[in-house]
């Protein structure tokens, strides 16, 4: 145990003492996390409000600064402004019962998550070295989102199990997303980080064929255009290879 918490403790120290930023533009594999606050507009904000994402990034920035990634994200809230939507299953006092009777609690929260694959140019201005500077990327990929129904402990017949399909709104389509922002790696230490401007497009459908607060009109198939914007920051962790030993004779 005692070893693997030095291995932890002094990993950091080990990776970025292999190079030195300063001297040039180096290629090196990257992972990362980030946080991002999102607003929604088009489609998207028809159904809801703000947006929290939180995901995850594997890449590659070349020795040309370019940078090629996989990332995934997480996406919840608690904004949902589809109006009326448990109405159907209410009493005269707006109250849903559960299965003994009881006052149901009843929770709606935004979910969702997209997967991109994504590239970009890094441009070494107003930074202290050439592997720092204005990022831009761009990408493509996957977007999920829907409206989650939660009751704790309750059991609510009317919205359990497959009957949460007809309330749920749920939608899936193409992804598309843009960044601009800084990218600062150190020049030797653990403090790589980024941040900046985040916009993503959605062309997503319906994927539910009824819904169940509206069961008299038909469900649109139309393509959707759903879309957030906002700021993203995140961390990221570079491998560099090891440089070879100098080796000095008298």
Sequence with gaps: MRSIFFIILFLPSALFSQ??????????????????????????????GFFNHIGGMAGYKTNRNWYWC???NFMFGNDIKVPNLLAGITDSNGIIND????????????????????????????????????LVQAGAGFLYHKIRIETNEQVI???????????????TGLNFHQFIGYSYMSNAGFYNFYGGFYFQQGLTKNYRTIFFDQPDVPVSTATRLDLQF??????????YKRLPKDYYFD
């Design 19 to 48: 190079r030195n930023v300063k001297d040039s533009i180096i290629g090196t594999p990257l992972i990362g996390v980030h946080y991002g606050a999102n607003w929604t507009g088009g489609d998207l904000a028809d159904r809801y």
């Design 70 to 72: 996989l990332d995934g």
């Design 99 to 134: 299965i003994n009777g009881g006052v149901g609690k009843v929770f709606l929260y935004s979910r969702g998550f997209n997967v991109n694959v994504g590239f970009g140019k890094l441009f070494p201005v107003l930074s202290p070295n050439k592997n720092s500077g204005i």
């Design 157 to 171: 017949p009317q919205i359990e199990n497959e009957y949460t399909y007809g309330y749920d709104r749920l939608t």
């Design 230 to 239: 906002g700021l993203r920051i995140g961390w990221y962790i570079p491998f």
